[in-house]
């Protein structure tokens, strides 16, 4: 039997339903990823802890065209984020790119651009072989970019110059 070929997609979600979005994709068993961050929030009188999603009103699933149109049915899922009227696929590097980064949980920031940099890759430290964009140097530091395009949006995390490499196109 032929395999059914997945993709990854990039879902508009309601404002503020990205969990919610997430437990409804998880009990139709499709894979999804929805990365996270904690972030410390200052209320009058206190201050709390709170894991909210890297991109605010993303989500993403790898599917094919019939699992894709059940998540679009989900409450929660406004549409598949498209380019030239078409949905978009994200390369599963990127996805998996994004993984490694958030699975090392640095101080991340997401960054609404990027500017068109260098392509590096990283050789050495718990980021090896991560490749990215360099966005800056300030300090000796240079910003690496894991950038998910179709959302320019991208992760960005401080490395020492030593670590990253000038790679070709």
């Not at 059914?4 to 999804?32: G, N, V």
């Not at 790119?97 to 392509?119: A, F, H, Q, T, Y």
Request: proline fraction near 5%; hydrophobic fraction near 40%; aromatic fraction near 8%.
């Amino acid at each position: 039997m032929k395999e059914i070929k997945r993709y990854w997609y990039a879902l508009y979600t309601k404002p503020k339903h990205e969990f919610k979005a997430a437990d409804r994709i998880r009990s139709i068993d499709i894979e999804y990823y929805l990365p996270t961050i904690t972030t410390v929030k200052q209320w009058s009188d206190r201050k709390k802890k709170v894991t909210e999603p890297l991109f605010k009103g993303y989500i993403f699933v790898k599917a094919n065209e019939t699992e894709r149109f059940l998540v679009l049915a989900l409450d929660g899922i406004v549409n598949t984020v498209c380019f030239g009227g078409k949905p978009s696929r994200i390369p599963d590097w990127e996805i998996e790119n994004l993984k490694r980064m958030m699975e090392i949980d640095p101080n991340v920031i997401v960054s609404e651009k990027i500017p068109i940099g260098s392509l590096v890759k990283v050789i050495e430290g718990p980021f090896a072989g991560i490749e990215g964009n360099v966005c800056e140097e300030e300090n000796n530091e240079r910003m690496l970019g894991i950038t998910v395009n179709l959302l320019r949006r991208s992760v960005l995390v401080k490395l020492p110059m030593d670590n990253v490499i000038e790679t070709k196109n």
